[in-house]
């Protein structure tokens, strides 16, 4: 590993989370929340302080190769995590170092389960900067850093830019959507920009206040979902904004490429493009079942459909917001949205999870190997979206499924040390490790994982940031080869 280029844009990253962690100290000072305040002013001087040292190590030497990207990724997140606990700590709203941690890396994977029993509770400027690290995390910090910063020297080469946004973008495939990657990585932050403030317009129209407003669209364009209300969406009992909140879930799920070729004039081929269209399909049908499922309950069967359509975006889109309780559902119903967590919407996009165009994929490629074994001697490419699939892909897309799996099983007997009953330890892990934020029995829409043991909560939290990355550069950290210098 090149230790010198690593730990160098490390505190590169660190650095601008010190400056960012300015303007929730701000929304400190303007509530007159002198704990927090305090907490802030703390993490700012830690985590700058500590980034500028690790920046004055001298880069000379190779450029970095693709493990080391991996290892830059990882600890980048890492990082970023045990600073961004900081302020929780030192204000004492959550008194235990690890749990801190847990609720900042829950925001800046964009997760969104919570150790906090009483959200009224919570300080302002806390509840600000939770939501805002689901934000920040959304499209991703290496990928901000690369659209803020000037590229100079071996350490940001064009390769290494685009290994680095690949490492913490979403999907079998991530091809820039213009030549330059950082200019890529601006228009990208430009589209998830103007759609959060999109977000913040209907929201604000619906009569929420600022603050909510803000927060609200801070977790939803980020699909986090942290709630600011311990009701989550059902506290503003409005349906003007459960629909508004269901269309925006339903908007940051798809790939913010389709929405480029839309903004250029090219929306047929974005509307033609597989992984859109089993999205869309996917999400109403879904809707549809769900709500056939739970009509009784409700009278009507639109009134049905407004809060299956909720649940199903929230869950397909990774955000996690509640309406209702979907824990007191039908069987039926709750199996459908505990498979809905596991697909995620689409690559490309701030929602979490397998991936659906990993799911076609690999639809695709059962069914070629079905075709091989019914014609052995035929020739058969597995296309996706008009192209055929490198080898690369296909390969990639396979280890993914073996690795997410084994990394969901041992985690699964893991948490199961807690002695929980088995849907919340199977249902814990899934939120976790898809980013969802809620899961089923006691880590339902009325539970919360405080109930969990620190050596749990470090792995949820390992599963969090696996999810979020999409598993490989995390299990890099474990394989010797990585961390041996060259």
């Known amino acids: 590993m090149n230790y010198r280029t690593v730990f160098h844009t490390v505190g ?16 400190a000072l303007y509530y007159g929340e002198s704990g927090a305040l305090t907490g802030f002013a703390a993490a700012i001087l830690m985590t700058a302080f500590s980034g500028f040292l690790l920046t004055r190590i001298d880069r000379r030497g190779r450029a970095p190769l693709a493990r080391d990207r991996m290892a830059i990724v990882a600890l980048s997140w890492i990082s970023i995590s045990l600073f961004g606990a900081i302020p929780y700590y030192v204000s004492g709203e959550i008194p235990i170092f690890a749990e801190a941690f847990f609720e900042t890396m829950s925001g800046f994977t964009t997760t969104g389960i919570t150790v906090f029993k009483d959200l009224e ?9 939770r939501s805002f690290t689901v934000w920040l995390g959304g499209m991703g910090v290496l990928v901000f850093m690369i659209a803020v910063l000037p590229r100079s020297g071996k350490g940001r080469s064009k390769s290494s830019a685009v290994s680095l946004m690949r490492g913490e973008s979403s999907g079998p495939q991530n ?7 950082q200019k890529s990585a601006v228009i990208l932050y430009l ?28 977790g939803t364009a980020g699909t986090g979902g942290f709630n600011i209300h311990d009701q989550s969406i059902a506290y503003y009992g409005s349906e003007y904004i459960t629909v508004v909140t269901a269309v925006f879930m339903f908007l940051f799920g798809v790939s913010y490429s389709l929405f480029f070729l839309v ?13 859109l269209r089993t999205y869309a399909l996917l999400t109403g049908a879904a809707s549809v079942a769900i709500a056939l499922n739970i009509m009784g309950k409700y009278g009507s069967f639109l009134r049905a459909l407004m809060n299956s359509s909720f649940a199903v975006t929230a869950m397909i889109s990774s955000t996690g917001y509640i ?10 119903s709750r199996i459908v949205l505990l498979l809905l967590m596991f697909c995620g919407g689409c690559s490309g996009s701030t929602a979490c999870g397998i991936k659906l165009s990993r799911v076609i994929i690999l639809a695709r490629i059962v069914r070629t190997d079905l075709k091989k074994f019914l014609s052995p001697h035929s020739v058969t490419l597995i296309e996706y979206n008009g192209r055929p699939l490198k080898q690369e892909t296909i390969n990639g897309v ?35 490790i898809n980013n969802v934020g809620c899961g089923f029995s006691m880590v339902g829409p009325n539970g919360s994982f405080s109930m969990f043991s620190r050596f749990s909560m470090i792995v949820l939290s390992f599963d969090m940031l696996a999810g979020r990355l999409e598993i490989f550069p995390m299990v890099m950290l474990f394989y010797p080869r990585t961390w041996s210098r060259y």
């Open 121 to 129: 509770t919570v300080s302002r400027s806390l509840l600000f900067w």
């Open 175 to 181: 091809d820039k959507i213009v030549p330059r990657m």
């Open 323 to 332: 309406q209702e309780n979907y824990d007191a559902w039908p069987g039926f």
């Open 263 to 275: 903004l250029t004039g090219k929306a047929a081929i974005a509307f033609r493009n597989p992984e």
């Open 12 to 27: 590169n990253i660190l650095v601008i989370e010190g400056i960012i962690m300015l303007i929730p100290m701000l929304v």
């Open 191 to 218: 589209i998830y920009a103007g759609l959060s403030v999109l977000n913040l317009i209907f929201l604000k129209a619906g009569g929420m206040n600022w603050f909510d407003a803000v927060l609200t669209m801070f």
């Open 398 to 432: 396979h280890s993914f499924f073996i690795m997410y799996f084994a990394v969901f099983a041992v985690s699964v007997i893991l948490v199961s040390i807690n002695d929980f009953d088995m849907v919340t330890s199977i249902s814990a892990v899934a939120a976790a």
